[in-house]
């Protein structure tokens, strides 16, 4: 499956944007959907994942509360709505996916898009 981020940009804080991640090739269903963010200088970190029917969900502490996943296998599309941001959610947004159950371990994807690039200014 090819995955494609988009949807960043700049926005003040306490704002919100929503990232989507497109997919095509194999069937987009059939695979758990998790996103992860990479500031500068910092390791890649686990944001969200939800399960292949969109039914079940997982979160990071730092973003629960203020972000939302969610899929519409119909349209092949994953989304991550994110509100009251803040500087420190600045950084390069992922979207992945895998086979099986969701996981928050980035080395257990298998498929990655290129990542769009989320600023927060204060």
């Known amino acids: 499956v090819q995955l494609q981020a988009f949807g960043g940009g700049l926005v003040q804080a306490g704002g919100s944007l929503r990232l989507s991640c497109a997919a095509s090739?194999?069937?987009?269903?059939?695979?758990?959907m998790g996103w992860f963010r990479q500031a500068p200088g910092k390791e890649r970190e686990y944001v969200a994942a939800?399960?292949?029917?969109?039914?079940?969900?997982s979160y990071a502490d730092s973003v629960k509360g203020r972000f939302t996943i969610s899929r519409d296998n119909t349209k092949n599309t994953g989304y991550l709505q994110m509100n009251t941001l803040k500087p420190e959610d600045t950084a390069v947004y992922f979207c992945?996916?895998?086979?099986?159950?969701?996981?928050?371990?980035?080395?257990?994807?298998?498929?990655w898009g290129q990542g769009t690039l989320v600023t927060v200014s204060s």
């Open positions: 939800i399960t292949y029917s969109g039914g079940s969900t």
């Open positions: 992945a996916a895998r086979t099986m159950w969701i996981s928050s371990r980035s080395s257990e994807y298998s498929y």
């Open positions: 090739g194999r069937t987009f269903g059939s695979y758990a």
